[in-house]
């Protein structure tokens, strides 16, 4: 028989957080989940998720559902195969706002690692915006094998305060700075200076999307003017031409994430185009409830060839139990 969607539905599930959760741009309070319920004509069904961010790029939850909506409708009556091809020439452009309805398409011939709940090599998430906090975990996390991942806030005093107190300490693994965008070039070529001249530098592995996702020229200017300092790309990183256009201006690091790629099989072409191009690729996101979190680490399990530790699908553990 021929796996036909059926059905499409659409629900906006809010799962407030334990604590703030501080980036750049805002404080997360709560993570808004858009999921999308397709149902087949044989009975089963598989249900997905996407978590909007604005400001890590323009999609709201109203320009999500308004997305989805208007495509359900099209794809209700499609073969899965079929609907999926029809709704991947939309990643480039929509890729948070179509990636629920891709990944649960996926998800019917994707399996879940049982153990995936047993999986602990995350990041711990940190901050500039507050040094006491950020004083507290580094005391937490300093003689651990645990590996901080540090929000800047972009705000060249705040964050060169935390660089001095980061530089009064040993780390087992090496620091994961992520600036979100949150630079432009004049500043982030004041943060690099800095970091070039400071003892902290030895402690940092690299600073995540220091610029616009769009800025290819002020990346490759960081890259060639301070080459001590790797620049890992998150936010530029959507398809295959962004990798290639990142390994040739230099990066030697990208972050992947289910909600950014698309669905299951671009996480997996990306990641071993990265790859054999010798990059190094990241896993996981921590704005994501276990929905998706669950996909990325039994992702992970299947194929750990393909990227470093630790991952950074930890989104789920940040909502409030």
Not at 7 to 27: G, H, Q
Not at 53 to 69: A, D, K, M, P, Q
Not at 123 to 144: D, G
Not at 307 to 317: C, H, R, V, W
Request: proline fraction near 3%; hydrophobic fraction near 40%; charged fraction near 20%.
């Amino acid at each position: 028989m021929d796996l036909i969607i059926s059905d499409i539905k659409v629900e906006k599930l809010i799962y407030p957080l334990a604590k703030p959760y501080v980036l750049s741009f805002t404080v997360l309070k709560e993570f808004i989940s858009i999921q999308t319920k397709v149902s087949l004509n044989n009975g089963q069904y598989r249900v997905a998720e996407v978590i909007p961010l604005f400001g890590y790029n323009s999609h709201t939850v109203s320009s999500i559902i308004e997305f989805i909506e208007s495509k359900k409708n099209i794809i209700t009556g499609l073969k899965i195969k079929s609907a999926r091809n029809y709704l991947e020439k939309y990643i480039s452009s929509h890729a948070f706002s179509v990636s629920p309805l891709i990944t649960a398409i996926d998800l019917f011939n994707f399996q879940e690692n049982s153990y995936w709940k047993d999986f602990n090599n995350f990041v711990i998430p940190a901050s500039t915006e507050s040094i006491s906090n950020l004083n507290r975990i580094i005391k937490e996390t300093t003689y651990s094998n645990q590996t901080l991942k540090i929000k800047l806030s972009g705000d060249l005093n705040k964050d060169i305060i935390a660089f001095k107190l980061l530089s009064k300490y040993s780390f087992k693994n090496k620091l994961r700075l992520d600036a979100n965008q949150a630079y432009s070039l004049d500043l982030a070529i004041d943060i690099f200076n800095y970091i070039n001249q400071s003892p902290i530098k030895s402690n940092i592995l690299y600073v995540e999307q220091p610029l616009l996702d769009n800025d290819w020229k002020g990346h490759e200017y960081l890259r060639n003017n301070f080459p001590g300092i790797e620049i890992m790309l998150d936010e530029s990183i959507v398809k295959a031409e962004d990798v290639l256009k990142a390994n040739k201006i230099g990066i030697n690091y990208l972050k992947l994430k289910l909600f950014k790629q698309g669905g299951v099989s671009e996480l997996f072409n990306l990641a071993s185009l990265a790859k054999n191009l010798g990059m190094k690729v990241v896993l996981g996101n921590g704005v994501a409830s276990s929905l998706s979190n669950m996909i990325e680490v039994s992702f992970y399990l299947k194929y750990p060839e393909l990227f470093i530790l630790p991952l950074e699908a930890n989104g789920y553990l940040k909502i409030k139990k």
